[in-house]
């Protein structure tokens, strides 16, 4: 009896449909990149455990696939994320790269966490960071690459929403609203977990941070201030309870958004903290407008991961976004076909065999011929003779032309149909690929 296997779960299966989302998001994603002058790089699927618990802790071993090879003595695990590999690469060849380092890398990555929408156990991830460079045009660099993919992809700045935060003035508001300074990375990821607890759950911790109920309201209020990039600085303290000193970052960083036309896509949201430890300055999410999904991406300054693996001390920032939530927010907006097929390339040439013992010798030659030519090109299998099911053949695959090779053959040609305008024309079997390229270059199909 035979056995039914299934996917792992959370893991997907890319039939050429999804193939051809997936590949449509991860086109956008690299030539946003290169056009932003990123160089795209790989690293190993898994990597020593060590790497990552010298990063996060050993907590973020339960959230990994780790093993250790039979008769082995090392622990690895799947790359749940990039970074550290980054951060690894850049370490051991930080005196021999040229600064600054502008990297992007597309890989699959793996957590063994509970599937939920939008989250799951191996996905893929756009990753975008720039080392070597402090400030605000680094920042905006970055955040740059990103909205300029979601342009790519069809998305609009009432879409999608970059929130925008800064450590270093969320912890000196923490502090104005009563938290301990050794109970800061506490609160950051109090805040960063506020809007997935329940408030019973929430007013515990706060307890626990040694928030009064005045400290508390004023904790939800710096959660829930959205401004926008234009806010001036003294209205940004006033919303923190801090001196305007504190935001100068902050303002820098809105005044390099304004000035490359990032704005519209960009507000404040000082409830975004990213809860990880490493990150040291700007922090920034991505999210879908109305908030029904997670977050499509998130990132930020992180000056001291390279250190951690051995390098210099080096700046940087960068951000990841997942195909997963990007995948669904694009569905939701109308952003892909109802048939994922038509986001791949079209084949530029069907030929069609009228069966006769001429056309079945001349046509494997044509069809290596075109495809040398730089061209796509198709043919079927079927052993029918019938021209007309195998032009319906033709157009399902959404071929520009068929090429019919039948009883003109015996004068040298061939019939060439514009599948998309419905003229036909007898064409010289050695001029076909001249004649697809002049008919593209006029306009057609």
Known sequence: MAVTHQGPKGTRDFYPDAMAVRRHIEAAWRQASIDCGFEEIEGPT???????????????????????????????????????????????????????????????????ERQQRGRLREFVQWNVDLIGVNGA??????????????????LKATDVRVRLSHRGAVAAA???????????????????????????????????????????????????????????AKTLAE????????????????????????APWCEWDFGIVRGLAYYTGTVFELHAAGGKERAIAGGGRYDNLVELFGGPSMPAFGFGMGD????????????????????????????????????????PR?????????FQARSNWKTTRNIGKLLGDAAKAR???????????????????????????????QGISDFIRASRRAGGP
């Open 46 to 112: 898994f990597e020593h455990l060590s790497l990552y618990t010298a990063k996060s802790g050993p907590g973020i071993v339960n959230e990994l696939f780790s093993f250790r090879r039979a008769g082995g003595e090392d622990d690895y695990a799947l790359r749940p994320e990039f970074t550290p590999t980054l951060a690894r690469m850049v370490a051991a060849k930080a005196g021999s790269l040229p600064l600054p380092v502008k990297w992007f890398g597309i890989p699959v990555h793996f957590r063994a």
């Open 137 to 154: 045009a680094a920042d905006a660099e970055v955040i740059g690459c990103a909205v300029l993919a979601m342009e790519r992809l069809g």
């Open 174 to 232: 923490l502090t104005s609203a009563g938290v301990a300074a050794d109970k800061t990375a506490e609160a950051f990821e109090l805040l960063d977990r506020r809007d997935r607890m329940e408030p019973a759950e929430f007013d515990k911790r706060a307890t626990l941070l040694g928030l009064s109920s005045a400290a508390r309201a004023r904790f939800d209020h710096i959660a829930a201030s959205r401004l926008p990039m234009s806010a001036s």
């Open 239 to 262: 919303c923190l309870g801090v001196p305007e000193a504190s935001l100068e970052g902050a303002t820098e960083l809105a005044q390099r958004l304004q000035s490359m036309d990032l």
């Open 324 to 363: 997963v939530v990007l995948g669904l927010v694009l569905g939701d907006r109308g952003l892909l076909p109802a048939d994922a097929m038509a986001l791949l390339p079209r084949p530029d040439a069907y030929l069609i065999s009228d069966g006769s013992d001429a056309a079945e010798q001349a046509l």
């Open 366 to 374: 044509l069809l290596m011929s075109l495809r040398r030519d730089g």
């Open 399 to 429: 071929a520009r032309y068929a090429v019919i090779l039948g009883a003109e053959l015996a004068e040298g040609s061939v019939v060439v149909k514009n599948l998309d305008g419905g003229s036909q024309e007898k064409v010289s079997l």
